[in-house]
């Protein structure tokens, strides 16, 4: 029996192609998204008993995020060009699922700052400068970590900061770094480097709201300290 034959065993209302445009790929199964993206069975088996049998090889799609062209193509019936077309298909999710969600979160006080960024600075190893670009209602626009290494007045330069801020048409930012030794306390060389970012901001029109300094569950902020 072909291929084709056993595609119109299923009424057309029912195919996987069909059911997408109408009700949304979220309600197609696991075998039915992989059997659009196969596009094609073979001559002795349907593209969904393909699918199945993918589907079925890898565990569903826990292992099958991780599969590569080789382990797609040691299944019967899955040649290079359907395995290079599953994996594409894979790792474009996984890139899309590298973006950052869209959520809102709003800086309005030092805390929300260190609530926002403290898990994911307070371990570092070394000092990483972070910058949070905002909107008018303080809302995160886009955060960027722009410099990684000891914090002075050579390696941040006010332009690489504040070309993110016009980057992103941001109303104001919110600098950050760690102190990898926990004591957040700032040296002279930051202050000095907070000093330069407030005047280069104020010559471009856009704030700097503060800069954080982030210890091991402590944190200090200039801007509270009177030096913004």
């Known amino acids: 029996m072909s291929k084709a034959m056993m595609i119109r065993d299923v009424p057309k209302s029912e195919r996987p192609r069909e059911r997408l445009i109408r009700d949304g790929a979220e309600a197609l199964s696991n075998q039915e998204l992989v059997a659009l993206l196969l596009g094609s069975g ?13 589907v079925q090889h890898f565990d569903g799609l826990k292992l099958l995020k991780e599969a590569t062209v080789a382990e797609f193509m040691s299944i019967r019936g899955i040649g290079e060009a359907k395995a290079v077309q ?15 969600v869209e959520e809102t979160h709003v800086v309005r006080s030092p805390q929300d700052v260190a609530d926002y960024m ?15 670009y905002l909107n008018t209602k303080n809302a995160v626009l886009h955060k960027k970590t722009l410099f990684i290494g000891s914090l002075n007045a050579s390696l941040v330069h006010p332009r690489e900061v ?16 760690n102190h990898p030794s926990g004591n957040p ?16 901001g104020k010559m471009l029109g856009v704030e700097l709201l503060d800069h954080v300094i982030i210890g ?13």
């Open 216 to 228: 091991d569950r402590k944190f200090y902020s200039m801007k509270e300290k009177g030096y913004i």
């Open 42 to 54: 073979t001559r002795q088996e349907s593209v969904l008993d393909l699918a199945g049998r993918v």
């Open 118 to 132: 403290m898990e994911e600075m307070r371990h570092l190893k070394q000092e990483h400068f972070v910058a949070l």
């Open 86 to 100: 599953l994996r594409a298909a894979i790792e474009i999710g996984k890139r899309i699922k590298q973006f950052p």
């Open 185 to 200: 306390e700032p040296s002279q060389e930051d202050i000095d480097v907070t000093k330069r970012l407030v005047s280069t």
């Open 162 to 177: 504040f070309k993110e801020a016009l980057r992103y048409s941001s109303a104001s930012i919110v600098c950050l770094h």
